[in-house]
């Protein structure tokens, strides 16, 4: 029977083997802090409690990890089984000590229920984004692992449980990080507890096959180091064994083989110093054993994701049986044994207490990711770089990824806006909190909902973080509450008015609301008061628009005025016969009488262009329309009411370079036709601004082009040249 105080001191003994320089007084303080506080706690298996974290820091010591976590790992236990607190640890040791024992508590704290494929991944993604220090899942892992080896202790039920955990979460992470070392002995010992009669199974044959197992691998080995020897590498190691239990397990099920069928069932390591000697060993084996095709991977010049190197390669010995080789460096080897433990040794020889970024070594590994698989490793592997997102459970165990800064609102409507909308109250981790509350990594979110709720607050959306909750809130509030919406957005929107310096009668006066509600696509002046209330549309947007409004209706009015003034003073002058047109400044070529400065457009229904014989038209809002005369739209008897909006209008000197017209052209269909049309409208330099060709069943092409010219004068020349074109019929100007 192995007493406490031996394992302690073969923990010592461990940690002296690669740090010298440890902090040994310390160390023992932290064992006997914990030992005193476990107390008379005492294991399923019988042994002092005391034994986990000391064989929890033995594992860690064989990571090779720093004093720090050695200390951390023997007080892992203690904030969730015994009275001390994060301040005794932080006050006791040391802050960063403390940190990293209070987030292994905190990982352990974690509720795994649903195993579902995708909620594994966010549990994998969560328990890296709740450890800050990478230290944190080290020793969660060395926990788990000590865990699993005494599982035999436990009930069958937690046994298959831990198991799966393990399975599905720490073995895969524990493969991310590169501990390969790790992995299978997690795999082997769920295995053991998730099919026993298969795990079974393998150990028996591996057992009954184990002295003709142990003949085989010995002389193998003895056959590379002899020739090792002729090589001339000294310190070389060699080494063979059998594939371990979970590895012959997944080929044999993924093969649906036999264990005789899976043909690589050993492997042997060959362990050199440099890489060059890597491929000279590579040499060897290949000379002594008849490789097998594409099975060499190169993992020296092109690294796997988790940083692994080594040669690897198949080859079948003298009896027929094939076998894998792996060549490395002594620094591979470590790397691929420790993982992400063996670059934090090596960090720590590199900058001692370096400030310069703990993660600065995460980062360099996450900068040699260059595979598919690399992006979802990279994604796991974020420690700090989770910090825009909050991974919290369900009271059932289901993992919920939210915006970072997320509250129980936010929470609530991810689940399904029924619940966001009949909440009343929320817990987290079992205590009640306020709605605003910032939920954080691991915390259960228990939400208690109520038919006869009142439904959202409209604060709600002020506190939601996330775009979902806030849509659904909102969503609750258009559908939920007209009249109070109503209320609301009236409220809003005349207090915005008032800012403005506008009146509500302003605004309903009905010569206005109709133009105002139609250009704002709302049916009624309740549909905006609506909108507003439910936060789809801003008071001070509506506001803004209505007096942009205003002022172009009022500004359309005054055109309106003065040109009907103007009008009635022409005709007024043409009666006492003393008529002088007057020269007035013009807008875009076109003079409208007796007014400067006005807004002018030219109808589209008949494209004038300077020299044709114009009309204005005064339009509700946008100035002066301006049609040809023979124009059927210009026709004033179309729409007598309307009459007084006519008025005279001409062209200025100071016409604008080119206006945009339509022409029509009609022709037999011939071929070339295009390029003759082109041809002339390039000789006339007229450009085109559109071309629409359509041809008939019997014959016929009709073009429609829109064309850019100068003048009445050159657009008469085009149309000439037109109809000079062989098989052009006729060339109009369409209107109306
Ligand atoms: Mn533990």
């Avoid at 997690?186 to 393998?202: G, R, T």
């Avoid at 609301?488 to 509500?504: D, N, P, W």
Wanted: a neutral charge; aromatic letters at 8%.
């Amino acid at each position: 029977m192995v007493t406490v105080e031996e394992r302690y001191e073969h923990l010592e003994k461990t940690i002296r083997g690669y740090n010298i320089s440890a902090d040994f007084p310390q160390i023992r303080t932290a064992y006997e802090y914990a030992r005193e506080h476990h107390g008379t706690q005492m294991r399923r298996d019988g042994t002092p409690f005391i034994t986990h974290p000391i064989q929890v820091a033995q594992i860690v010591a064989e990571m090779r990890l720093d004093s720090e976590s050695i200390m951390a790992a023997l007080l892992h236990d203690c904030i969730e089984d015994t009275e001390v607190s994060y301040e005794d640890i932080a006050k006791q040791f040391s802050p960063t000590i403390a940190d990293i024992v209070d987030g292994v508590t905190k990982l352990t704290r974690v509720k795994y229920n649903s195993m579902e494929e995708e909620q594994m991944e966010n549990l994998r993604k969560m328990l890296f984004a709740m450890s800050k220090d990478i230290r944190v899942i080290l020793i969660k892992i060395a926990d788990r692992l000590h865990n699993m080896r005494t599982m035999e202790y436990q009930t069958p039920a937690k046994q298959k449980k831990k198991s799966l955990e393990t399975m599905e979460i720490y073995a895969p992470i524990a493969h991310r990080l590169g501990m390969q070392r790790m992995k299978w002995e997690l795999e082997d010992l769920s295995l053991k507890y998730l099919d026993p009669v298969a795990f079974n199974d393998i150990e028996a044959r591996l057992e009954t096959e184990k002295v003709a197992h142990g003949q085989f691998l010995s002389n193998v080995q003895e056959q590379i180091q002899k020739r090792l020897a002729g090589l001339g590498i000294e310190n070389g190691t060699v080494y063979g064994r059998v594939k371990h239990p979970y590895s012959i397990y997944r080929k044999m099920y993924t093969q649906e083989k036999t264990i005789e069928e899976v043909y690589d069932l050993f492997a042997f390591r060959v362990i050199v110093h440099t890489v060059a000697d890597c491929y000279n060993v590579l040499g060897v084996v290949h000379d002594l054993y008849r490789p097998i095709l594409g099975r060499f991977k190169d993992y020296i010049a092109t690294p796997k994701p988790n940083m692994y190197q080594s040669l690897h390669t198949t080859v079948v010995g003298e009896e027929g049986i094939m076998f894998e080789v792996q060549i490395r460096t002594y620094d591979m080897h470590a790397i691929a044994e420790y993982g992400v433990a063996a670059h934090w040794k090596y960090k720590q020889n590199i900058t001692a207490n370096g400030g310069e970024g703990m993660y600065e070594w995460i980062r360099r590994l996450l900068e040699n990711q260059e595979d598919a698989d690399a992006e979802e490793f990279i994604h796991s592997l974020k420690i700090d770089m989770f910090s825009d997102e909050v991974f919290v459970f369900t009271p059932r165990g289901d993992v919920v990824n939210l915006p970072a800064g997320s509250t129980p609102i936010d929470f609530a409507y991810s689940i399904h806006s029924a619940v966001g909308n009949t909440m009343t109250g929320a817990k987290v981790n079992g205590r009640m909190v306020g709605f605003d509350c910032q939920l954080h990594n691991g915390d259960i979110v228990e939400i208690s909902t109520s038919k006869s709720a009142h439904g959202p607050s409209r604060d709600w959306v002020k506190i939601a973080k996330s775009s979902e909750a806030r849509s659904k809130i909102r969503q609750w509030f258009k559908r939920e509450r007209r009249e109070e919406n109503i209320a609301q957005g009236r409220t809003s929107f005349e207090s915005e008015l008032k800012r403005t310096g506008l009146a509500i009668h302003q605004v309903t006066d009905p010569s206005v609301l109709p133009i105002i509600l139609k250009r704002m696509s709302f049916q009624s002046l309740d549909d905006m008061y609506a909108a507003i209330g439910y936060g789809g549309y801003t008071a001070l947007k509506a506001v803004n628009r209505i007096r942009d409004e205003l002022r172009q209706i009022s500004r359309a009015e005054a055109v309106a005025k003065a040109a009907k003034e103007a009008a009635e003073k022409a005709e007024r002058e043409a009666r006492e016969n003393r008529y002088v047109p007057q020269k007035m400044k013009s807008e875009k070529g076109i003079i409208v009488e007796g007014l400067s400065n006005c807004l002018v457009k030219f109808s589209k229904c008949c494209s004038p262009v300077p020299g044709d014989e114009i009309v204005g038209f005064i339009t509700r809002g946008y100035g002066v329309s301006v049609h040809r005369r023979d124009c059927p739209n210009a026709n004033p008897e179309r729409c007598p009411a309307e009459q007084g909006r006519w008025i005279k209008v001409s062209w200025s000197d100071e016409c604008y370079e080119s206006y945009n017209t339509s022409l029509e052209v009609i022709c037999k269909d011939r071929p070339n036709l295009l390029v003759d049309i082109s041809t002339v409208l390039s000789t006339c330099k007229a450009p085109v601004a559109g071309l629409n060709i359509h041809t008939t069943a019997d014959g016929f092409a009709l073009f429609h082009m829109v064309i850019s010219v100068s003048n009445a004068a050159q657009l008469d020349q085009i149309m000439r040249k037109m109809y000079q074109i062989s098989s052009v019929m006729k060339v109009n100007r369409p209107a109306g």
